[in-house]
C-alpha cells in the first residue's frame, strides 16, 4: 500500500511541477504581451504628442511662407521697373535668395506633410493591433491550463484481453497522465481487469505541407497511426522503438494511439511533433486538434 501511495505521491509531485512550469510560461508570455501592448500604446501617445508639434511648425512655416511669396512679389514688380546696372544686379541675387528660402520651406512643409502621414499610419496600425493582443491574452491560460469540457474530440476506448469494450470516454487532448486513484475510469475499468489495452482516436490539423516526425512520450508500449500508416512503435527494449518520418500535406489527418492502462503504474501519455529537420519536438497544440 505504501508503494502505491509513494508512487501516487511522486506523481503529484511531476504534475506540481509541470504546472509550475506551465504557469512560468504563460506568466512570461502574458509579460511579452503586456510589453508589446504598452509599446503599441506609447507609440499612439507619441505619434499624436510628434503630429501636434508638425501641425504647429506647418501652421508657422506656412505664415512665413506667405511672407517670403508677398516679399518676392514686390521684389520682382519693382526688378522690373529698374534699370541695368549694379543696384539691378543686386536686386536679382535678393530675389535669387529669397526663392530659394521659399523652395527649401515648401520641402521643409511637404516633408512634414509626409511624416505626419507616416505617423498617422502608425497610430491606426496600432490601434488595430490592440484588440489582437487583448485576445491573445484572454486566451493565453486556456493555452496552458485548458478544461476537457472544452474540447472532447479524442475518443478513448478501453478493452479487456478478449478484445470487449469496458468503457469509453472523450478527452481534450493527449496530455493527460491517466491514474486509477485520480479518474473515474478506476472504477469502470481497472476492477475489470489488471491492464487494459486503450485507443485514442482522433484528428489533428497539419499547417503546412512537410516531412514530419510524430510520436508517444510514454513508457509503456505503444504504437501509433497517422493515416492508418504505423509511424511510431515504443516497446520496452530501446532497439524494438522506433519512428518512422511521414510526409503530410497541409489539412486534417487521422490518429490513432494503441498502449496499455496500468493501475499499478501510472501510465502517462503525450503526443508531440516535429518537422523532420526540426531540433525539438513540440506538443500537439490544443487548437490543432479536431
Not at 504546472?19 to 504581451?33: A, D, G, I, M, Y
Not at 489539412?251 to 503525450?270: A, C, D, E, M, W
Amino acid at each position: 500500500m505504501n508503494f502505491a501511495k509513494d508512487q501516487y505521491a511522486g506523481l503529484v509531485k511531476i504534475q506540481l511541477q509541470e504546472e509550475e512550469k506551465k504557469l512560468s510560461k504563460l506568466e512570461s508570455e502574458l509579460k511579452n504581451l503586456e510589453n508589446n501592448k504598452s509599446k503599441l500604446e506609447k507609440t499612439i501617445e507619441t505619434n499624436n504628442e510628434t503630429i501636434k508639434t508638425l501641425d504647429n511648425d506647418i501652421v508657422i512655416a506656412r505664415s512665413n511662407l506667405a511672407s517670403l511669396n508677398n516679399e518676392l512679389g514686390s521684389q520682382k514688380s519693382e526688378l522690373e521697373k529698374m534699370t541695368e546696372g549694379s543696384a539691378k544686379d543686386e536686386r536679382k541675387k535678393y530675389v535669387s535668395d529669397l526663392e530659394k528660402k521659399i523652395n527649401k520651406l515648401e520641402n521643409e512643409i511637404k516633408t512634414k506633410e509626409n511624416k505626419i502621414v507616416e505617423l498617422k499610419n502608425e497610430i491606426e496600425q496600432s490601434k488595430n493591433a490592440i484588440p489582437g493582443n487583448l485576445s491573445e491574452q484572454e486566451k493565453m491560460p486556456e493555452k496552458y491550463f485548458y478544461s476537457k469540457g472544452h474540447k472532447n474530440n479524442i475518443e478513448v476506448k478501453y478493452f479487456d484481453k478478449n478484445g470487449k469494450l469496458i468503457y469509453k470516454e472523450k478527452y481534450a487532448k493527449i496530455d493527460i497522465i491517466f491514474s486509477g486513484g485520480n479518474y473515474n475510469i478506476y472504477n469502470q475499468v481497472l476492477k475489470v481487469a489488471i491492464s487494459v489495452e486503450t485507443i485514442w482516436q482522433t484528428k489533428i490539423y497539419i499547417k503546412e505541407d512537410g516531412e514530419y516526425s510524430i510520436k508517444v512520450e510514454t513508457e509503456y508500449d505503444t504504437d501509433l497511426f497517422v493515416d492508418n500508416k504505423n509511424v511510431f512503435t515504443k516497446r520496452f527494449r530501446p532497439e524494438d522503438t522506433k519512428i518512422t518520418d511521414i510526409k503530410l500535406t497541409k489539412g486534417v489527418h487521422n490518429i490513432k494511439i494503441q498502449s496499455f492502462l496500468n493501475p499499478i503504474g501510472y501510465t502517462p501519455f503525450r503526443l508531440v511533433i516535429k518537422k523532420v529537420n526540426d531540433f525539438r519536438y513540440k506538443p500537439v497544440s490544443y487548437y490543432d486538434y479536431r
